[in-house]
């Protein structure tokens, strides 16, 4: 069942409005995408301080070193999931503020996230219950062992960057069309694609971008 949320909070529907347009002009076309950034309220993901920097197009700090992703590479990451041969059940690597969890909720029928630091979890799932979105999974893990209790998935994005695909995070995938969606490399990244067809890797470089480096590990506290 998809997340049915409402846009609220101090956001005029110009303000959603003009950010929905820029993305459109951006090539984001899918009008399901699109809806996503009317509904999801997008400045209770970040500080009350940077509350007036959540419609720009650009990535927002929100504490331990990690950012809320611009706008568009969240777009354009959903609509990629969208394209995916099946996309029925998705993992994101990397919760973060649950802002693209929660765009995800809305259009994928069962999301589940894994996030490394613990008190970026606790908000998320906070803003996330507030939502009542009922089709998300939490859990605190280190991203790159993924949540093998619960998979094979059919689609896997990633909000950070490794220097190469981690191959758990392919075998977790379902064997015929499944799809890694995540930024690969270190001094250069490029959003990737990754289809997977049996023993067979279709990769694709979408486009260069920057994300914060994929690490191991938990953080708590």
Request: proline share 6%; hydrophobic share 40%.
């Amino acid at each position: 069942m998809r997340g049915q949320i409402q846009g609220i909070g101090m956001t005029s529907a110009r303000t959603r409005a003009r950010l929905i347009e820029r993305l459109f002009e951006q090539g984001i076309r899918n009008p399901v995408v699109l809806e996503c950034f009317d509904k999801v309220p997008r400045h209770l993901f970040v500080d009350e301080a940077l509350g007036h920097k959540a419609y720009e197009d650009i990535s927002v700090p929100i504490g331990y070193a990690q950012t809320l992703s611009q706008p568009y590479i969240v777009a354009r990451m959903t609509e990629l999931v969208l394209q995916a041969e099946h996309h029925d059940t998705v993992l994101e690597i990397g919760t973060g503020s649950g802002f693209q969890t929660c765009v995800l909720a809305n259009v994928i029928n069962e999301v589940y996230s894994v996030e490394r630091i613990e008190p970026l979890q606790k908000k998320a799932r906070e803003r996330i219950r507030a939502l009542k979105l009922y089709n998300t999974n939490l859990k605190m893990a280190d991203g790159f062992l993924g949540w093998p209790s619960q998979a094979p998935f059919d689609v896997i994005i990633g909000t950070a960057a490794p220097a190469i695909p981690p191959k758990e995070l392919i075998d977790q995938l379902i064997p015929d069309g499944g799809r890694l969606i995540m930024p690969i490399g270190e001094e250069e990244q490029y959003l990737t694609v990754i289809d997977k067809h049996g023993d067979q890797l279709d990769i694709q470089k979408i486009e260069p971008v920057v994300f914060v480096p994929m690490l191991q590990g938990v953080k708590k506290g």
